[in-house]
């Protein structure tokens, strides 16, 4: 039982880490809750959050074989380098359409955003390798074993480390109500340049892996 407690709380905090430097879901949840309202920017990261425990799923397994086969972090890795310059190429032709255009109150559907937080949370496919580094760690500290159990408690703390955070950046940004126009206005320049940044760290690893 010691070592399911211990397990929760590195994997929770490691999820709750991971999600802490700015990047494409934690900035989305806070621009999704500055320009909808709160509530939709909660059903976001629940949305991710789930998508997460998922993704954190499939990393146990493929922890197993990951040191027998790299080629699995490449694919990984390349198809990352796809998604993220789609996406930097996407926000940066949003920001230049909304540069000239007044924000406008809008009703939003609720189950849009939580269907949009486990679509950007699917496509962004670091996670898993995050997390089977994660649990290749744990498995050598004798902190996690291949059971039911622990991996149930492994899933649900990177579940709800990675909703923690995403919470906490949807409430800090409702609060600064007289910031949030100005944030909406250049929050896809910055999630564009973002996108832009983590093409060019994915390119390096790749290129860094192929040295070796």
């Given at each position: 039982m010691t070592?399911?407690?211990?397990?929760?709380?590195?994997?929770?905090?490691?999820?709750?880490?991971?999600?802490?430097?700015?990047?494409l879901?934690?900035?989305?949840?806070?621009?999704t809750s500055a320009t909808k309202g709160k509530l939709n920017g909660i059903l976001f990261a629940v949305g991710a959050a789930i998508v997460v425990m998922i993704q954190?799923?499939?990393?146990?397994?493929i922890s197993k074989y990951l040191f027998n086969n790299p080629f699995v972090i490449d694919v990984l890795l390349k198809i990352a380098v796809i998604v993220f310059s789609f996406f930097a190429i996407y926000f940066f032709v949003v920001a230049r359409k909304r540069r000239n255009k007044k924000m406008k109150v809008v009703q939003v559907s609720k189950k849009s955003s939580f269907y949009k937080?486990?679509?950007?949370s699917t496509v962004n496919v670091l996670p898993i390798p995050y997390f089977s580094g994660?649990?290749?760690?744990w498995n050598v500290s004798g902190w996690i074993q291949f059971k039911v159990l622990d991996v149930l408690i492994f899933v649900m703390a990177a579940g709800m480390g990675t909703f923690s955070m995403l919470y906490m950046?949807?409430?800090?940004f409702d609060?600064?109500?007289?910031k949030t126009d100005r944030f909406s206005r250049h929050s896809d320049y910055i999630m564009s340049v973002l996108m832009l940044l983590l093409v060019i760290i994915t390119f390096i690893r790749i290129f860094y892996k192929f040295d070796e």
């Open positions: 070592h399911l407690i211990i397990l929760f709380f590195v994997t929770f905090s490691a999820a709750l880490m991971g999600v802490v430097p700015p990047g879901i934690n900035l989305t949840a806070a621009k954190a799923y499939l990393a146990v397994h937080g486990m679509l950007l994660l649990h290749a760690a950046y949807v409430v800090y609060k600064l109500e007289s």
